[in-house]
């Protein structure tokens, strides 16, 4: 989710299938009023195949970007790949953009050097919200899946012409997937990703633009993720995260040292009533001074999904 700069809750999710099904495709919704109501969803990409793995972000000029991945080789059931890890196909990362505020998109575009930088070699994801920085650069955390040891790999790619192209992959973590990004008011980058084994979510920063990342510090117990990263208006980062600990739910914490402290033994807790864990991924914006609106998920019946799965927000304000 993102705040447009018209005011606008803008969400992507995906809808048509359970965490794997070819049905997949993407969905927007919107709020105009701060999250109190909600607009009824609407398509934005329901192509061939499975159509999965948003991420989400508006430029200064106003264009929003829409990018995702599109995975294939399902059996004849629609709900299962076909063969082993291996035999998977995810087909890039595509693009789209809009120009009115998400009503009406390009046709998708394939990103051919992220395409070049994994083709043969595994699979590839975008996640969560595409930033930039103020000297106008566009960032976008990807991540991939390679075959030849079964890592997850996290990089940071960047655009210099408004996410038309991208280019300059740097490694942020080896063993790390979902990813989210800030910028931070001095120029940093602020990233939090989540492990390849435990689950769990740890933090990197770059401090020369992307180019090179400190080493991923654990912050959260595992099975606590993922990750989404704000700067708030008083300067302070919010970071939001799933718990998939009973109580299960949404969590969440805060920095006033650009994230190289938290306030662990102050935890906000957003939701616990999730009765599974399949559940979480949320994200967040400041619609106002401190207060915040996020948005999460929870299947209520995990043999019942997708018709079981929900999304919903919350409204709440920071403590001082």
């Avoid at 999250?35 to 000029?61: H, I």
């Avoid at 990018?67 to 294939?72: D, E, F, G, L, N």
């Avoid at 955390?141 to 079964?150: C, G, K, N, P, S």
């Avoid at 399949?278 to 043999?303: H, M, N, R, W």
Wanted: aromatic share 8%.
């Amino acid at each position: 989710m993102i705040k447009l700069k018209n005011g606008d809750a803008l969400s992507v999710f995906r809808a048509g299938a359970p965490h794997v099904g070819v049905k997949g495709r993407l969905d927007l919704v919107r709020s105009k009023d701060g999250g109190k109501s909600w607009s009824a969803p609407w398509t934005a990409v329901d192509g061939e195949f499975d159509d999965r793995n948003p991420a989400l972000g508006q430029l200064k000029d106003g264009t929003i970007l829409l990018a995702y991945s599109i995975a294939s080789n399902y059996d004849a059931t629609g709900l299962k790949f076909a063969g082993g890890r291996k035999d998977r196909v995810f087909d890039g990362v595509y693009l789209m953009r809009s120009k009115d505020n998400g009503n009406t998109w390009t046709k998708p575009a394939r990103s051919e050097p992220i395409h070049k930088f994994y083709e043969g070699r595994g699979v590839v994801s975008p996640y969560g919200k595409i930033v930039q920085m103020k000297d106008g650069t566009v960032l976008m955390a990807v991540y991939f899946e390679f075959w030849v040891d079964m890592a997850h790999e996290s990089y940071l790619f960047q655009s210099h012409d408004g996410g038309l192209t991208w280019g300059e992959p740097s490694l942020m973590g080896r063993h790390f997937n979902e990813t989210g990004i800030t910028v931070l008011p001095n120029g940093d980058i602020l990233a939090a990703l989540r492990s390849e084994k435990g689950a769990h979510l740890a933090i990197t920063r770059s401090t020369d633009k992307g180019k090179t990342w400190s080493t991923p510090e654990q912050l959260t117990a595992d099975m606590e993720h993922p990750a989404d990263l704000i700067v708030l208006k008083d300067g302070r980062v919010l970071l939001t995260y799933g718990e998939r600990n009973a109580p299960r739910g949404v969590h969440a914490m805060l920095s006033k040292d650009g994230g190289k402290s938290w306030d662990k033994a102050n935890k906000i807790v957003l939701a616990a009533d999730a009765p599974n864990v399949d559940c979480g991924y949320p994200s967040s914006v400041e619609l106002s001074k401190g207060e915040i609106l996020t948005i999460y998920y929870q299947v209520d019946d995990a043999k019942n999904a997708p018709a079981s799965a929900k999304a919903k927000s919350i409204v709440w304000k920071t403590p001082r």
